[in-house]
């Protein structure tokens, strides 16, 4: 079944405990990027992925780091991470580029303590 | 600078009432413009795109939705909504040129359905 996975769906950590939310695409995607979402705020784009070992900053990619080393995964990193952080975290890959239909992960709802 | 706006932030309707969400936008150029769908506890799911040509494009689910240049507008429609139509709805612009991938999504929209 085409799908992008992340995991984990819920993570309670607490503030400067670096932690690594993994997504994985199996539709072999050039596109990859990463999306909090926020009550009233929408989707906001954090980073995002045109290809293995290209990625570039979005609209708020402050505090988070990203890779991209394999063309299925992309891998969000919370170096550490603080409260403001609390979140709901999208992951989606398309085809190729933004234009494209992007696929949707289910989620990972984070809360920093 | 670049934004989207839907001035709705929760609309109720009856069960096989018309349905318009309301969408516009800031963008330099000609963009690309996407409403998506987001069912509760649910990732989003692509309803329909426009990127040029006939200003009327039909999605998945009985959605359409028409740009208006002239209005930066890109509002979604259904004739006669479903109850599974409950669900937040989002807007989203992106670049009109194929090499850059930066996408701006709107605060969405949430849509209740009234039995």
Redesign the interface.
Known sequence: EAQ?TQNPRYLITVTGKKLTVTCSQNMNHE?M?W?RQDP??????IY?S?NVEVT?K??VPEGYKVSRKEKRNFPLILESPSPNQTSLY?C?SSL????N??F????TRLTVL | AQSVT?PD?HITVSEGASLELRCNYSYGATP?LFW?VQSPG?????LL?Y?SGDTLVQGIKGFEAEFKRSQSSFNLRKPSVHWSDAAEY?C?V??GY???????????TRLSIRP
């Open positions: 992008v596109y990027s999306y009233g705020l929408g989707l906001r784009q995002y045109m570039d979005g609209d999208f989606a190729t580029g933004s234009y239909e992007q949707f992960g289910p989620g | 839907q932030i690309y998506y649910q990732g989003l799911q692509l795109k990127f989002f989203a992106g670049p194929s090499s850059a991938s930066k996408i701006i999504f709107g605060s969405g």
